[in-house]
Each structure stands twice: as C-alpha cells, then as structure tokens.
C-alpha cells in the first residue's frame, strides 16, 4: 500500500507531498529531507528502489523532478514504477510540458 508520494526538484525543494498515514509534522519533516538526500545521492547506475525504516522507496527521474513514492515491504516495485509513469503522463497531458 502506498504511503506517501513526493515531488521534489533537482535542488532538494519539496514540490507535492501527499501522505497516506498520519505522521506529525517534525517527523514527517525529517523523514522527507532524510529520503530525499538519498534519492538525489544516488548515480543513474544504481538501482531505483532503496529500504528506509519501515518503508520501501521507488523513485523515478524525469528531467529536472524526482517522483518518490513510499510503500509498505510486499509492494511490487515494478507496479510501482509504472504507477510513477502513468503519474507523469498524466500530469504532463494536463499541465503541458511537466517533463
């Protein structure tokens, strides 16, 4: 089950989040600066999915944005991933140019 989905630029700036479990503010803070540094971290050799806490992290890149979204363990991260992309596509043909 989905946890959170993220938006978040090339500089780290937080663009959409939108939780699916109640966290307080300061944890959720933390949980996210904490995520999103790893995300940008990472090479394009490496693979798009990492463990953090309790949560499994998918994450795609297009052009200037990183899409994060936080599942439970058993989730399947090729679903995952195909979810991102159909979140693009369907941003992109609403808003024009997204990526």
Do not use: P, W
Request: hydrophobic share 40%.
């Amino acid at each position: 089950m989905i946890r959170f989905v993220l938006m978040v630029n090339k500089q780290g700036q937080t663009r959409l989040a939108q939780y699916y479990e109640e966290l307080d503010k300061v944890e959720r803070g933390a949980m996210e600066a904490d995520i999103v540094r790893k995300c940008l971290a990472r090479g394009e050799s490496q693979c798009s999915f990492l463990e953090y806490r309790k949560y499994k992290v998918i994450y795609r890149r297009y052009a200037s944005l990183f899409f994060i979204v936080g599942v439970e363990g058993e989730e399947n991260e090729l679903a995952i991933l195909e979810f991102i992309h159909n979140l693009v596509e369907t941003l992109d043909r609403f808003f024009e140019n997204v990526c």
